[in-house]
């Protein structure tokens, strides 16, 4: 069981960079794929960002490719999201979970326990 806690959220311009953090308790982290999602206000919450389970594998949304990297530090039982070049349309609730599987699954039924969010906002 991994428990995952977010970080590094708030409130950038568009064009700047931002950092999520996840931190994740347990002791299988090492063994399994971790994802970010978001949901936006009004939205159904949509997958982001997943890493296989020792950082060889991601898979990204179409949407952020090109200008958020996912990667994570299993000796500090962390993941990362570095957002970069944000848009208004970034602007959401950013969820980290832990993955079913060592496999990096581009969909929500793929991961199973999920942090309480953080919120990123980019002003149009």
């Known amino acids: 069981q991994v428990q995952p806690v977010e970080s590094g959220g708030g409130l950038v311009q568009a064009g700047d960079s931002l950092r999520l953090s996840c931190a994740a308790s347990?002791?299988?982290?090492?063994?399994?794929?971790m994802g970010w999602f978001r949901q936006a206000p009004g939205k159904q919450r949509e997958f982001v960002a997943a890493?296989?389970?020792?950082?060889?594998?991601?898979n990204y949304a179409g949407s952020v490719k090109g200008r958020f990297t996912i990667s994570r530090r299993n000796a500090k039982n962390t993941v990362y999201l570095q957002m970069n070049s944000l848009k208004p349309e970034d602007t959401a609730i950013y969820y980290c979970?832990?993955?079913?599987?060592?496999?990096?699954?581009?969909?929500?039924?793929?991961?199973?326990?999920w942090g309480q969010g953080t919120q990123v906002t980019v002003p149009s």
């Open positions: 979970a832990s993955g079913r599987t060592y496999e990096a699954v581009p969909a929500l039924a793929g991961y199973d326990y």
């Open positions: 347990g002791r299988t982290f090492s063994t399994q794929a």
């Open positions: 890493i296989n389970w020792s950082g060889g594998s991601t």
